[in-house]
């Protein structure tokens, strides 16, 4: 597969995954409402979802490249975590890093990508 080809799956691959997140994040949402979920349990269920969204995003990049699967998992996850960075410090205007939030994200979301492309 030429290399042009395997970043145009990438991209389809993190469309799928954003577009899962949204799916997610929208039930969560209207589980937070109806239920009253506290911030823990909130913020726990929004790391699942990143998990979640980018190992399948991971899965699916594998499944159409064939070669090399788990780096371009792991590339899945970057982008991921890349725009999301992007979209946050665009409305936040600010950059927030954490050891228990944001850097376990950015982890999680690696690793749940590199697993879901060796799977793939």
């Known amino acids: 597969m030429i290399t042009g080809q395997k970043i145009f799956s990438l991209l ?4 799928v995954s954003y577009i899962i997140t949204a799916i997610l994040l929208l039930i969560t949402a209207f589980l937070m409402y109806k239920l009253g979920l506290g911030d823990t349990v909130i913020h726990l269920s ?8 980018v190992f399948l995003g991971g899965f699916l990049t594998g499944k159409m490249v064939k070669e090399q699967k788990y780096i371009w ?18 409305m936040n205007g600010t950059i ?3 050891a228990g939030g944001t ?8 690793a749940a990508g590199m697993l879901g492309g060796m799977l793939g």
């Open 12 to 15: 389809k691959a993190l469309a």
């Open 46 to 53: 929004i790391i699942i979802i990143h998990g979640i969204s």
């Open 73 to 90: 998992g792991l590339m899945l996850g970057v982008c991921y975590v890349l725009v999301i960075g992007i979209v946050s410090f665009i």
């Open 96 to 98: 927030h890093i954490s």
């Open 103 to 110: 850097l376990t994200n950015v982890i999680l979301c690696l």
